[in-house]
């Protein structure tokens, strides 16, 4: 009988932060010594139908009565409290970023998703926040108290060291386009740079939200940038490795992170970063390592990018700061250290049926 299900929403090989991070757990609990099942549910959250709530009460009703329930964020925030509490089951919710912090969605929507998650997290016993950021937003905004929330930070690989060192310099973005990744900010930002010598590539999928990425299309075209810009979608581990290893720069524009493991995977390779000022942005890039700048500010992120990309020897400068932080992020074997404590702690409480 397993210790913990992990019941994560849609497709697990998803070419997002939030899924590598649950895939990561779900390859290295056991070594923690902890029986790990994983229990697939519908892809419609944070927005499930009547049917797929009924099929997601019906699954839980179906997992051992003694394992632990980890609820990915992306469902636990989504889920009626009574269907929490009902459950008879220990639960564990396992939260990237608050669901109503999404960029993009409606007043109505922010709202529902706001109070809905609210009720879920005092519904739960557990909560699990990926970042010190959201622990903090989770404590304050959402009144989880410091008893029932465990941190537990996304590890980081070691990784080849990025030559960077490309003419004309090579920035790269990671991550699916969305409108919450600003990749609209960032080319915005380009296309103040048009007299520089660069190239820039985004690497992300462009199917999560079909509508950002025609209209990032055409603000790409639009800008004059289709030949400087690509945009290769998303991307196998070994392309992703020749993405990093053939970048000179790193640049996230989001306008909300609840951690940005890019931003620590940018580090591990040993690349200067611009980056907005959210997430793990202040507690994890050194300020030798990476320019800092408001989200949704163009002209801050341009400024940022030309005093970079105008100055080889401060990009050096740079990479080899970022290089020395990448070598002290925490590992993924942390993380799982650290879940696999809320589900011992969890493991001898019971539930009302």
């Given at each position: 009988?397993?210790?913990v299900?992990?019941?994560?929403p849609?497709?697990?090989?998803?070419?997002?932060?939030g899924?590598?991070?649950?895939?990561r757990?779900?390859?290295?609990l056991?070594a923690?010594?902890i029986?790990?099942?994983?229990?697939t549910?519908?892809a419609?959250f944070?927005f499930?139908?009547d049917?797929?709530?009924a099929a997601?009460?019906?699954?839980?009703?179906d997992?051992?009565?003694?394992?632990v329930l980890?609820?990915d964020g992306l469902?636990c925030g989504?889920?009626?409290a009574?269907?929490?509490?009902?459950?008879?089951?220990?639960?564990a919710a396992l939260v990237?970023?608050p669901?109503?912090?999404e960029?993009g969605?409606?007043d109505?929507?922010?709202r529902?998703?706001?109070a809905s998650?609210r009720?879920?997290l005092a519904?739960?016993?557990?909560?699990?926040a990926?970042?010190?950021?959201?622990g903090?937003?989770?404590?304050c905004e959402?009144c989880v108290?410091a008893d029932?929330?465990?941190i537990?930070?996304?590890?980081?690989?070691?990784?080849?060291?990025?030559?960077?060192?490309g003419?004309?310099?090579h920035?790269i973005?990671?991550?699916?386009?969305?409108?919450?990744?600003?990749?609209?900010?960032?080319?915005?930002?380009?296309?103040?740079?048009?007299?520089l010598?660069?190239?820039?590539?985004?690497?992300?999928?462009?199917?999560?939200?079909p509508e950002?990425?025609a209209?990032?299309?055409?603000?790409?075209?639009g800008?004059?940038?289709a030949?400087?810009?690509?945009?290769?979608?998303?991307?196998?581990?070994?392309a992703l490795?020749?993405?990093?290893a053939?970048?000179?720069?790193f640049?996230?524009a989001?306008?909300y992170?609840g951690?940005?493991?890019?931003?620590?995977?940018a580090?591990?390779?040993g690349?200067p970063i611009?980056?907005?000022?959210?997430?793990a942005?202040d507690?994890?890039?050194?300020?030798?390592?990476?320019?800092k700048?408001?989200?949704?500010?163009t002209?801050a992120?341009?400024?940022?990018l030309e005093?970079?990309?105008g100055?080889?020897?401060?990009?050096?400068?740079?990479?080899?700061?970022a290089?020395r932080?990448?070598?002290?992020?925490?590992r993924w074997d942390?993380a799982a250290?650290a879940?696999?404590?809320?589900i011992r702690?969890?493991?001898?409480r019971?539930?009302a049926a």
């Amino acid at each position: 009988m397993p210790d913990v299900v992990f019941a994560i929403p849609g497709d697990l090989a998803s070419p997002t932060g939030g899924y590598a991070y649950a895939r990561r757990m779900l390859n290295d609990l056991p070594a923690q010594g902890i029986d790990i099942a994983h229990l697939t549910l519908a892809a419609g959250f944070p927005f499930p139908t009547d049917a797929e709530l009924a099929a997601t009460a019906a699954a839980f009703a179906d997992t051992p009565r003694d394992a632990v329930l980890l609820i990915d964020g992306l469902v636990c925030g989504a889920l009626p409290a009574s269907l929490l509490r009902g459950c008879g089951r220990r639960c564990a919710a396992l939260v990237h970023h608050p669901l109503g912090h999404e960029t993009g969605l409606s007043d109505a929507a922010r709202r529902q998703l706001l109070a809905s998650e609210r009720a879920a997290l005092a519904a739960v016993d557990a909560v699990v926040a990926t970042s010190a950021p959201t622990g903090r937003v989770l404590a304050c905004e959402f009144c989880v108290a410091a008893d029932r929330l465990t941190i537990a930070e996304p590890g980081t690989d070691p990784a080849p060291r990025a030559p960077a060192d490309g003419e004309p310099p090579h920035l790269i973005a990671v991550g699916a386009v969305s409108p919450r990744k600003g990749y609209d900010v960032l080319v915005a930002a380009l296309a103040r740079l048009s007299t520089l010598p660069w190239r820039a590539t985004i690497v992300g999928s462009l199917d999560r939200a079909p509508e950002e990425a025609a209209r990032l299309r055409a603000l790409i075209a639009g800008a004059g940038l289709a030949g400087r810009v690509a945009l290769a979608g998303a991307c196998d581990d070994a392309a992703l490795e020749r993405a990093y290893a053939s970048a000179d720069l790193f640049v996230m524009a989001s306008h909300y992170e609840g951690y940005g493991m890019v931003l620590t995977e940018a580090l591990a390779r040993g690349l200067p970063i611009v980056t907005t000022r959210v997430g793990a942005a202040d507690e994890r890039v050194p300020d030798a390592a990476g320019l800092k700048v408001p989200p949704g500010d163009t002209v801050a992120l341009a400024a940022a990018l030309e005093t970079v990309l105008g100055d080889r020897e401060r990009r050096s400068v740079m990479a080899e700061a970022a290089w020395r932080a990448g070598q002290a992020l925490p590992r993924w074997d942390d993380a799982a250290a650290a879940i696999a404590g809320v589900i011992r702690s969890l493991a001898g409480r019971g539930r009302a049926a």
